[in-house]
């Protein structure tokens, strides 16, 4: 009874979030992928497919996949507040990982952005949908993002045509450290919505059950710099 209590003084508080709807995003390879929330009893698939890149240096996979590891198991912990994760998923194993969290009820705070399968821009489809999540969903106002690549940075920075917090709110600081601070507006993400934010709703009940059962990976064959298999 007393380690209960002391678990909840632990715990954040935590806001209510509306979940996810899922979609199905048709790939150029011809594939689909289902794009969902995850549930907390699927953290051990997240983490066995994220471990493994946490010693690829190539494009910064090693600070991406270190940094959404302890987020993942933070969530988990309930050592994060107000956190939701979405996986891209194709025949039940996972593409591509993003993590984000809200701030308060009209400021979001992307954390990050992992690509497993690469060549099919998965992590900007991703990355739409967490922003889709934030604006539309949970009807926030604003999302603070950083990058920590430069592929980050061309594909949110410059593709999403970004405001730079520093240049107007040099109050603004992105909780991962001193990176330059983005901002995705409301009104930016109107702009690129229609380009940016791709799928269709409802899913097909058999399209949607491909994605019931999560799994890592076999191999990571387009990953650069990864010289071995998970197992």
């Not at 390879?29 to 699927?42: A, Q």
């Not at 109050?171 to 109107?190: Q, R, S």
């Amino acid at each position: 009874m007393i380690v209960d209590e002391l678990e909840k003084k632990l715990r954040p508080p935590e806001m209510e979030l509306k979940p996810y709807p899922p979609k199905v995003i048709i790939l150029t390879s011809g594939e689909k992928m289902v794009v969902r929330e995850v549930k907390r009893e699927e953290t051990g698939v997240l983490l066995e497919t994220i471990y493994p890149l946490m010693g690829v240096m190539e494009d910064f996979y090693d600070i991406v996949a270190v940094r959404m590891y302890s987020e993942v198991l933070g969530w988990y912990r309930y050592r994060v507040a107000n956190e939701f994760i979405i996986v891209g998923a194709i025949d039940d194993v996972i593409a591509g990982i993003v993590t984000s969290r809200c701030v308060d009820e009209n400021i979001g705070m992307s954390l990050h952005t992992l690509t497993v399968k690469r060549g099919l821009r998965i992590g900007a489809q991703l990355f739409a949908a967490k922003m889709e999540h934030h604006l539309e969903f949970l009807d926030q106002k604003e999302v603070w993002i950083v990058a920590e690549s430069p592929i980050g940075f061309r594909r949110w920075m410059i593709e999403y045509g970004l405001k730079n917090a520093g240049d107007c709110y040099p109050e603004i600081h992105h909780e991962l450290g001193g990176v330059p601070t983005h901002i995705l507006t409301k009104e930016i993400y109107d702009a690129v919505r229609d380009e940016k934010v791709t799928g269709t709703r409802p899913v097909d009940p058999e399209v949607l059950a491909t994605a019931d059962t999560l799994k890592a990976p076999d191999e990571y064959p387009q990953i650069p710099g990864f010289k071995r298999s998970k197992s």
